[in-house]
């Protein structure tokens, strides 16, 4: 089962038990959610391509009770309807779902225009809005299950689908705490998304290698689980993170501004992993812009080893004090 | 095409005690805060005041009451207007007005949700009141609940593309329980509407994204208080209520001069000036 199909499929069945659940789509492929339309004609809407409209009117519905699910395409609500996700959803703590297809590079065949590279960072920095990424279709499906009752705005980052499975029901899925899928004492690898599978892949062939990683699984950006990623970077010399957005104040930057501000008594080595400062110009499939940019369990295990037997950089006579 | 070539002249229509009451209140608050929007709340006083007075349902000691109407200041910076009529109702102290733009106040310029009672949505950064109401609406008809919905934009807003979004939504799903008026009163912070982006044919704009539309004086309370009494102007529609209205109505010297758009650094004598025009 595909990631999008398994959201949309428990956006039917979450309204099948709770009237206040509303589905709005912008331009979607037609027949999407055929059978909600079906059985619940009152509660679904297809607004067309207008996105700060339809972000302002789900603002509006969630602040009459209702819980409005909202799915376009990723970047047409982080870019296009920024202000709105701000101001409308957020600052009203609106308790909106916004259903982000194609996060990432997904939509690599079509472009720069379609591709969602800078949705975490951007939206990382609007209070009161939770930003999950799941790694599999089950997560998916146990995060929507929550979504019924949890407050305020969510921003659900889609992944392409079809991906393996690599979540587990236990520990049970909470939004906002990180998992820890592997335990190792030599590196830490943090993840989110499908990310998460490379994590685990590389930390099986690091440890064929003779290394131990711990993998933790951040599917929740915000609001971060800073504890687990305090306590997981305090046991190990090597931290890599990886993502499939722009390292640039993504989930990277956000490791990096935890590491720094952690007053440790020894230096970590630290390396992101991510979409570097550019827009992409290459088409091909999501896993070849993958490939291209190094988003890949051989990069990883290449970083962790990497840094693992770097030595530390000394301080220049003249720099100190 | 000017200004003065439209139909419907409100420039010399004349304002009552509590009309010119009400502006010398705006006059205090701008003194106490020393600045605001004292323009574009002149505009409005007189649509708030018969939406206050006449024609919404609601209770100040219960601003939250589920049946009540909703009404949305969308073009926010018209919010001295909102808090002199919010005040009026009972919907918080008097004393908050003296408060406006203070820390200690929950009076800013521009208004804000859950920290004002009455105020239905945070608006400032303009095209956000219509979306929103148009869910407001939505939600409304899904409930069948008698409900209606206000949202007050201005004319400046409506270069806004969200505007247009919300209207044609408006349009499709036939919400005769939302009502747009608008504060037209032709003149933006940098120039005329007429210079910056001209809007007209206006109601015409609006009977084609699927309104019922009414024009009429923004300062006549009666042609208010017929027009909003009697919604929806079509069956099966939205309404749209274009108020041609003057900026800065009540004073000449400030009646559609840009320099009062944002007013800063008022001083004493401006103050006294304005009181005197405006019967104080």
Known sequence: ?321 | MTVSSFPISPRNTPLDERSLSLRRTIVQMVQCANRGHIGSAFSLVEIIRVLYDTILRYDSRNPRWPERDRCILSKGHGCLALYALLADKGFFPEQELWKFCKSDGILGGHPEYGKVPGVEASTGSLGHGLPIGVGFALSAQLDKAAHRIFVIIGDGESNEGSVWEAALCAGKHQLTNLTVIVDYNKQQSYDSTLVVQNLEPFAEKWRTFGFGVEEIDGHDLNALRHTLSRLPIEDSKPSAVICHTVKGKGVPEMEGNPLWHHKTKVSEEEVQNLLRHLGG
């Open chain 1, 1 to 321: 089962m595909i990631v999008r199909q398994t959201s949309l499929n428990m956006v039917y069945e979450l309204a099948k038990q709770d009237e206040r659940v509303v589905f709005i789509g912008s331009e979607l492929v037609a027949g999407t959610l055929k059978k909600f339309k079906q059985d619940m004609p009152d509660r679904f809407f297809m607004e067309g391509v207008s996105e700060a409209n339809i972000v302002g009117l789900a603002a509006g519905l969630a602040l009459e009770g209702k819980i409005p699910y909202v799915n376009t395409i990723a970047t047409f609500f982080a870019r296009r309807a920024y202000e709105q996700i701000v101001l409308d959803m957020c600052l009203h703590k609106a308790k909106v779902r916004l259903m982000a297809s194609g996060g990432g590079l997904v939509y690599a065949p079509l472009g720069p225009t379609h591709l969602a590279i800078e949705d975490i960072s951007v939206l990382r920095t609007i209070p009161n809005l939770t930003i999950v990424a799941p790694c599999d279709a089950d997560e998916m499906r146990r995060l929507m299950l929550l979504t019924l009752d949890y407050p305020g705005p969510i921003y659900i980052r889609l992944a392409k689908g079809g991906d393996p499975i690599i979540s587990r029901s236990d520990p049970p899925f909470q939004i906002g705490k990180a998992i820890l899928l592997r335990e190792g004492s030599d590196a830490l690898v943090i993840a989110t998304g499908i990310c998460s599978k490379l994590a685990m892949d590389a930390a099986t062939e690091l440890a064929s290698q003779g290394l131990e990683a711990s993998v933790l699984h951040v599917h929740t950006i915000k609001p971060l689980d800073t504890a687990a990623i305090d306590q997981g970077i305090q046991r190990v010399p090597v931290i890599v993170s990886i993502e499939e957005n722009v390292t640039i104040g993504g989930l990277g930057g956000a490791v990096a501004e935890i590491i720094a501000e952690a007053s440790l008594d020894r230096p970590k080595r630290f390396a992101r992993i991510g979409i570097p400062d550019v827009f992409p110009h290459q088409y091909g499939s999501q896993a070849s812009l993958m490939e291209a940019f190094q988003i890949t369990t051989q990069n990883l295990v290449d970083k962790v080893m990497k840094l693992s037997t770097q030595s530390y950089r000394s301080t220049p006579e003249s720099l100190r004090k």
